[in-house]
């Protein structure tokens, strides 16, 4: 097995040591696996996908403004 080192906040790891039950190398690992499940499956639609990249940025582009006039009319 490979080891791999992150860098984190000194705050976080003293909440992490406050919580030494918990095996934070196996919390780290099913978050890598679950990223990565996404990208893959985000990669395997883009694969299929007929739009352009300008289609795509139009598309985000009424996607936020949707999205922001939603949020002020809260």
Aim: no cysteine; hydrophobic share 40%; proline share 1%.
């Amino acid at each position: 097995m490979s080891t791999v080192s992150v860098s984190i906040p000194d705050n976080l790891k003293h909440k992490m040591t406050e919580l030494d039950d918990i095996n934070w190398s196996a919390v780290a690992r099913k978050a890598f696996e679950h990223k990565i499940g996404q990208v893959e499956f985000l990669k395997k639609i883009a694969r299929k996908s007929k739009l352009t990249e300008k289609d795509a940025i139009e598309l985000s582009n009424k996607l936020n403004q949707a999205a922001s006039k939603k949020f002020l009319s809260m």
